[in-house]
T-cell receptor, first 114, second 110 residues
Framework: DSGVTQTPKHLITATGQRVTLRCSPR?????VYWYQQSLDQGLQFLIQ???????AKGNILERFSAQQFPDLHSELNLSSLELGDSALYFCASSVEGAENTEAFFGQGTRLTVV | GQQVMQIPQYQHVQEGEDFTTYCNSSTTLSNIQWYKQRPGGHPVFLIQ?????EVKKQKRLTFQFGEAKKNSSLHITATQTTDVGTYFCAGPKGNTPLVFGKGTRLSVIA
């Protein structure tokens, strides 16, 4: 158990809909990262938050947004969903920026868009 | 897109054979991390290398960081079925804290 909790584990929704994925980082970790993993693809970095503020942005679509709340949990919002958004979405956390410390990954949320 | 290249993409070995995966970056990395993802699981941190030419060992796993800090390798001696999974290297790139390679998927045939 990494200590990072993601909910829900599975999500099936229709095209055009909006979903929210939730992540609770390890106790004490200030950084939260979101990654997308598609079939046979590596881990694509989406966005990082540090202590409530956006720190780094990757290839995140405009239809996607995220935030980190004062209690440090984070949510990833995906809207106007398309079939191609079907993927495994991982949240990871670390004490500081992951360039200096290891990142702990949650179990992921498997999103299926039908 | 990916800026950390990893090869091979797939590797099938007989149990007991050795396995190596390579990671290459076009630019110098301040450090490199390795992760393992079991089938159906999530990435799990294995190790971080920071120094030029650094070599670290974890039982049957040997990790190396190149002298120029642009490449790295993971070598597994005498693979076991428990080694099955995808091995990723990852490093900081620009303002992105961790850019992952596409990984090497290891299959071990008993």
């Amino acid at each position: 158990d990494s200590g990072v909790t993601q909910t829900p584990k599975h999500l099936i929704t229709a095209t055009g809909q909006r979903v929210t994925l939730r992540c609770s980082p390890r106790s004490g970790d200030l950084s939260v990262y979101w990654y997308q993993q598609s079939l046979d693809q590596g881990l694509q970095f989406l966005i990082q938050y540090y202590n409530g503020e956006e720190r780094a942005k990757g290839n995140i679509l405009e239809r996607f947004s995220a935030q980190q709340f004062p209690d440090l949990h984070s949510e990833l919002n995906l809207s106007s969903l398309e079939l191609g958004d079907s993927a495994l979405y991982f949240c990871a956390s670390s004490v500081e920026g992951a360039e200096n410390t290891e990142a702990f990954f949650g179990q992921g949320t498997r999103l299926t868009v039908v | 897109g990916q800026q950390v290249m990893q090869i091979p993409q797939y590797q099938h070995v007989q149990e007991g054979e050795d396995f190596t995966t390579y990671c290459n970056s076009s630019t110098t990395l301040s450090n490199i991390q390795w992760y393992k993802q079991r089938p159906g699981g999530h990435p799990v941190f294995l190790i971080q290398l920071v120094k030029s030419g650094e070599v670290k060992k974890q039982k049957r796993l040997t990790f190396q960081f190149g002298e120029a800090k642009k490449n790295s390798s993971l070598h597994i001696t005498a693979t076991q079925t428990t080694d099955v999974g995808t091995y990723f290297c990852a490093g900081p790139k620009g303002n992105t804290p961790l850019v992952f390679g596409k990984g090497t998927r290891l299959s071990v045939i008993a």
